[in-house]
């Protein structure tokens, strides 16, 4: 697999906690608890956009400003699968077609969660590779 960078990226799905009968396990209210599942994927190119004024997109909302970050994301991929590894070093892959609007990207180094924009693509050319668009909002 060709790396299009050296950045790790994790691919983030909300999952339901389990008890030891592998059952949901619920609160006071019987909403189920949840946590976040995290497979990373290595070789990525993780790029933040910016405006040209390099200080990053603002929007001012009455007394609230809120701060809008988007970047784009390049995951190696040589036949729209994604190699990923997880926190106890357990290999997989992921489908580019799984990686949906619904997910969250999580950049490896800051620790920041990115909402998906749109679902990922998987590009074909000189470097093929799978394509998402995600963004962070704060404020």
Not at 59 to 69: C, I, K, L, M, P
Not at 116 to 127: P, S
């Amino acid at each position: 697999m060709f790396p299009i960078g050296d950045q790790r990226v994790g691919i983030v799905t909300v999952v339901p906690v389990l008890d030891g009968g592998g059952h949901p396990v619920v609160d006071e209210a019987m909403v189920a608890e949840t946590t976040d599942a995290v497979v990373w994927v290595d070789g990525c190119l993780f790029e933040i956009q910016t405006m040209p004024t390099g200080v990053g997109q603002f929007e001012q909302q009455d007394v609230t400003t809120t701060t809008s970050e988007t970047a784009f994301c390049f995951m190696p991929s040589a036949d729209g699968n994604v190699a990923t590894v997880d926190d106890a070093d357990v290999e997989g892959v992921v489908v580019f077609t799984a990686i949906t609007s619904a997910l969250r990207l999580r950049d490896f180094v800051t620790g920041r969660d990115y909402e998906m924009r749109g679902d990922a693509v998987f590009e074909v050319g000189k470097l093929p590779h799978v394509f998402a668009r995600c963004e962070r909002q704060t404020g």
